[in-house]
């Protein structure tokens, strides 16, 4: 199994909103699936780290295009994010301004975790 970074990235590109639909994590794992890694879905997107260690994953601590991230929930929003980085930008299902998708995750600035596609253990960097 490999992943297709570019592939992943120019979906995300192609498919991604105006603004948030609240889709974050239908459209970050439409994009993985078009990098050619398939994610079991969860229900939150808060819960896709299992999912994305399973797929080849890694938690790393930099960022590098075609990167993950799966952010926490905070109080009033239990659902939690999840974007796909292009090495500029995260999208979702819309281009984001910043790694915390919205006011109130820039409020709560809720733990989150980076993930990165590799066959080794080692990802580059500090694998976690």
């Known amino acids: 199994m490999s992943f297709d970074i570019e592939r992943a990235v120019q979906h995300a590109k192609q498919f991604a909103k105006p603004q948030s639909i609240h889709k974050c994590a239908k459209f970050t794992r439409e994009a993985i699936a078009a990098g050619g890694i398939s994610?079991?879905?969860?229900?939150?997107?808060?819960?896709?780290?299992?999912?994305?260690?399973?797929?080849?994953f890694h938690t790393v601590s930099t960022t590098r295009k075609g990167d993950v991230v799966v952010i926490q929930g905070y109080p009033g929003n239990d659902y939690g994010h999840m974007a796909i980085y292009d090495g500029q930008n995260w999208i979702s299902d819309f281009v984001q301004s910043a790694l915390y998708p919205g006011p109130g995750y820039r409020t709560h600035k809720p733990a989150y975790k980076i993930y990165r596609y590799c066959t080794t253990q080692s990802c580059g960097e500090g694998h976690g």
Do not use: M
């Open 39 to 56: 994610l079991a879905q969860t229900l939150k997107a808060k819960d896709y780290g299992t999912s994305l260690q399973q797929a080849g």
